[in-house]
């Protein structure tokens, strides 16, 4: 399964290196608000009229939104295939496509139906980025500085003074992928360490899901959910306004969004609760302890949160 963006730019270079008895093509609209049911039954129709069985493999061939589909389908089509995810974005290989995560989003937020379904292989293949437009790109690079920030200083410094051009971005998706990988194996199901990789989704989701899904890149709401996270953070005394401003300079430089206004303070709030990180109507944010550091588990006062809300009145 792919998109028709990416089925017409790299389907017939991926095709000359996949040998199999039989192989059938499906490929839907691009865009994350595809990303439903609908879109799940289109899939599974597919699944169906091709006839596939227990022994079939489906094949992840897009970015983050094809992969969280596909494996979700895979997860659920006789009560469970393989899959193998072939990431195309820069987000979809450093992040998207580690770790089993598979979802699609509905009315009340993102990621809100879903399982965990982990690939049988992810294969990654920086010439596919070669065709990356800027926004995507970028939007794969908040990603990479969200697991620098939260566990390794050394990493976040080097994409200070690294560019990431065609000859380092391999570098950066490696040790991107190392860490997601080595977080996943101590904790698949989210229930500890794993949820530090959401630094700055609780905001971003948030930011998403008041937008339509429409303005922002995934990864563009998540660098602004950075930003509130950090400023949560300094009104808490765990990170420094210098640190903060280090970060912020980094997403600049990518041209990622770092301000966002919110309209109403309250309904921007309420809508926290929807996070699938929320328990007992308790929050649980994601927070860096300066930089390489994290901290979780915060029982946050309501106004602390709003205190941080306002400023992005």
Known sequence: MTNTTIEKLHLNYLLENIKAKHISVIAIKDGERYKNMETILTILDHCFTQKLNRKSTLIAFGGGVVGDMVGFAASIYQRGINFIQIPTTLLSQVDASVGGKTGINNSFGKNLVGSFHQPSAV?????????????????????IVKMAVCFDREFFVWLQNHKLTPQKIQKAIELSVKTKADVVAQDEKEHGIRAALNYGHTFGHVVENETNYERYLHGEAVSIGMIMANHLSVSLGLMTKHEAIEIKKLLDSYDLPTTYKIADVEKFYHKFFLDKKSTDNKLKFILPKGIGGFVMGLDLEKDDIIKTLESFV
């Open 123 to 143: 294969y990654i293949d920086k010439y596919f980025l070669s065709t990356l437009p800027k926004r995507e790109f970028g939007a794969g690079v908040a990603e």
